[in-house]
């Protein structure tokens, strides 16, 4: 079983639409949480930083954490065809600096 | 992303070439990380450096493979006798060390002919 799992895609939405993005890990020492998006050609852009269990939100961007099910989701609300991405999530041990990446899934929100 | 520079921006290089990638770290930040991304992978950690110290290469190949932070200039990434198998997107990250977030950078396209 691979640390973090994460469905590529691709995924497409129609305009407005909410998207739902979901990772599983399988290490339970993991405590911080990432999404990352990603353009194609370009490096990976910080969106969402979480810590432990819980609901971050930020704008148009939900993030929540399910530690006991080992379950983490990015939330989009009324997206964009600005959103259309690839969307990694990340994550890391207390203490380390080393993020683990899940393959990322692509996102194409249409007009 | 801004703030964390990388170059090349995109490199091709014959198979038994060298590759040299170069990453300033964002301004203030001091540690500096390298990923690889591989086609349909996801990021892998591969070094993470300070300055004129290693601090972990865990994630390196073991052999074509170094990376360096001097005290002055940038974070270079070398992979001697380039093979296809090291065409890849390579990116750079940093921090600051008091704030553990990591902000990548553009990425370098290594493309092995």
């Known amino acids: 079983q691979k640390e973090v799992e994460q469905d590529p895609g691709p995924l497409s939405v129609p305009e407005g639409a909410i998207v739902s993005l979901n990772c599983t890990y399988s290490n339970s020492a993991f405590q911080y949480f990432m999404w990352y998006r990603q353009y194609s050609r370009k490096g990976p852009e910080l969106l969402m930083y979480t810590y432990s269990s819980g609901n971050k939100e930020d704008g148009r961007f939900t993030a929540q954490v399910d530690k006991s099910s080992k379950y983490i989701s990015l939330f989009i609300r009324d997206s964009q065809p600005s959103d259309s991405a690839t969307y990694l999530c990340a994550m890391r041990e207390a203490g380390s600096y080393q993020l683990t990446f899940g393959k990322g899934t692509k996102l194409s929100v249409i007009p | 992303n801004a703030g964390v520079m990388q170059n090349p921006r995109h490199l091709v290089r014959r198979r038994g070439q060298e590759a040299r990638l170069r990453c300033s770290p964002m301004k203030g930040h001091s540690h500096v990380y390298w990923y690889r991304q591989l086609p349909e992978e996801g990021l892998k950690f591969m070094v993470y450096?300070?300055?004129?110290?290693?601090?972990?290469e865990s994630g390196m190949p073991k052999e074509r493979f170094s990376a360096e932070f001097p005290k002055e200039g940038p974070s270079i990434l070398r992979i001697q006798q380039v093979v296809r198998g090291d065409s890849a997107a390579y990116f750079c990250a940093s921090s600051s060390g008091t704030d553990n977030t990591i902000y990548f950078g553009e990425g370098s396209w290594l493309t092995v002919v």
């Open positions: 450096l300070q300055k004129e110290n290693i601090i972990d």
